[in-house]
C-alpha cells in the first residue's frame, strides 16, 4: 500500500491554517466519504450488509452511506453471481453513476463466474465494467471486504484528482 | 382417494391410453400417451390430487421419441403421490397444456420450454421464463454444451461460452483429503464406472 502523509488536525499549530497541495485535499475528501452502491445479486450481498452494521461497521471508514441510487454513489460493490440476464443491467446501473467512480468485483462470481462455468453466467464482471478491487471468498468475509474497501481508499489516494478535473472541463 | 383407485379411474376412462403402471418401492407411475394428459389431470384433480407438485421434461438424447414428460400428482386427503410419464418426439415437441387445469402448470410450463424446448398446446403465454426471450437455445437439452454458445440479443443481452479448462471437475472418494479434490476426469474412465 502506498504510504501517505496523512492530513490531520495538528495540535501544535492550533491554528486555522493548513498547507496542503489540492490534489490530495480533494483526494482526501473523496476517500473519506465513499457512497457505496450495493449491487447485491447472491450471497455476498448478505456479507456486504454484515460488512455495513455495527460489528464490521464500514462507518469508521466514511463508506457507511449505502445509496440505492447509482446517481448518488461512486462506488460499485458487484456482490454475487452476475448473469447474462442482469449484466447489461449492471453495466447501465453502472453508466449512471457520476464520475469519478469505482468498482468493487466482491467474491468469486463477480470476479470470475466462481464456480459456475455455466451457460447461464457471465464470467466475471470485468469482462463489463473496470474493475478496481477484486476481493476474493465465497463468499469473502466482511473483513476481506473492509481490506477491499482500505484499498480502494489508498487507490483513490493516489489519483491525479485535479489533473482529471482539467481534462474533465 | 388412494393411488390405487385413482389407477383404477384412469384406466376405466381412458382405457388403452393407459400404457401401464409401474410400482416401484410404494411409488405409482402410471404411462400415458401424452394426448390424454388433459383429461387424465381432470379427473386426478375431481378425484382429490388437488396439487400438481411439479412438471418436468427429461431429454434422452440419442432415443426416438426423444422426450419425456414427468407429472407428480398429491392428494392430501390419502398423503399420496402419483406419477404420470409419457413419450414425446421430434424437434419441437408438442404437449397439451395442463395450465387450464392446475394454474401453477403455467409457469412450470414455461420454464419446460425455456429449458427444453417443449411447446404446449393451448398455454396462454408461451414465454420464456429464466433466459431472455431472444435466447436461440435450449441450455438444458443434452446436445447443448455445458460451457453454453454464444449469442447476442442487441441491447437485451449477450452469453459466450464459458473457459472450461479441461472440465468439468468432479470429485472421487479417496481416503486422502487432497485426493478427494475436484479434478479433470477422463472421460472414458467415467464411462467405465458407470457401466
Not at chain 2, 7 to 24: C, H, K, M, P, T
Not at chain 2, 114 to 141: A, K, N, Q, T
Request: hydrophobic share 40%; with cysteine.
Amino acid at each position: 500500500m502506498r504510504q501517505t502523509q496523512e492530513l490531520s488536525y495538528n495540535s501544535k499549530i492550533e491554528g486555522d491554517v493548513v498547507l496542503t497541495t489540492v490534489d490530495s485535499a480533494i483526494n482526501w475528501m473523496r476517500k473519506n466519504s465513499i457512497w457505496p452502491m450495493p449491487m447485491g445479486l447472491a450471497c455476498c450481498a448478505i456479507e456486504l450488509m454484515a460488512a455495513s452494521c455495527a460489528r464490521f461497521d464500514i462507518a469508521r471508514f466514511g463508506a457507511e452511506v449505502m445509496r440505492f441510487s447509482p446517481r448518488q454513489a461512486d462506488l460499485m460493490v458487484v456482490a454475487g453471481t452476475v448473469t447474462y440476464k442482469m449484466a447489461y443491467a449492471v453495466k447501465r446501473i453502472y453508466d449512471q453513476m457520476p464520475e469519478p467512480k469505482w468498482v468493487i468485483a466482491m467474491g468469486a462470481c463477480a470476479s470470475s463466474g466462481g464456480m459456475y462455468r455455466s451457460y447461464a453466467v457471465l464470467q466475471g464482471i470485468d469482462r463489463l465494467l473496470p474493475v478496481d478491487v477484486y476481493i476474493s471468498g465465497c463468499p469473502p468475509r466482511p473483513e476481506a471486504f473492509v481490506d477491499g474497501l482500505l484499498r480502494i481508499q489508498a487507490k483513490i489516494d493516489g489519483e491525479p484528482a485535479l489533473r482529471r478535473l482539467k481534462q474533465v472541463a | 382417494m388412494t393411488n390405487a383407485e385413482a389407477v383404477e379411474r384412469l384406466r376405466a376412462e381412458l382405457g388403452a391410453r393407459i400404457q401401464g403402471v409401474d410400482e416401484f418401492r410404494g411409488e405409482t407411475t402410471v404411462r400415458i400417451e401424452l394426448s390424454a394428459i388433459e383429461e387424465a389431470a381432470k379427473l386426478l384433480k375431481k378425484a382429490g390430487y388437488r396439487t400438481l407438485v411439479d412438471l418436468t421434461p427429461i431429454d434422452h438424447w440419442g432415443e426416438e421419441p426423444r422426450f419425456e414428460m414427468i407429472y407428480h400428482f398429491f392428494a392430501l386427503d390419502s398423503g399420496m403421490f402419483l406419477r404420470l410419464k409419457g413419450r414425446v418426439g421430434g424437434e419441437e415437441p408438442l404437449v397439451p397444456s395442463l395450465s387450464a387445469v392446475y394454474g401453477t402448470a403455467n409457469w412450470q410450463e414455461r420454464e419446460a420450454f425455456d429449458m427444453m424446448g417443449v411447446r404446449f398446446s393451448g398455454h396462454p403465454d408461451l414465454r420464456r421464463i429464466l433466459m431472455w426471450e431472444e435466447y436461440p437455445f435450449f441450455p438444458l437439452r443434452k446436445d447443448f454444451p455445458l460451457e453454453g454458445q454464444a449469442s447476442d440479443a442487441g441491447g437485451v443481452a449477450f452469453s459466450r461460452p464459458a473457459p472450461m479448462d479441461g472440465g468439468p471437475f468432479v470429485t472421487q472418494p479417496a481416503e486422502e483429503s487432497g485426493r478427494r479434490e475436484p479434478r479433470a476426469h477422463p472421460a472414458d474412465g467415467l464411462q467405465e464406472e458407470n457401466l
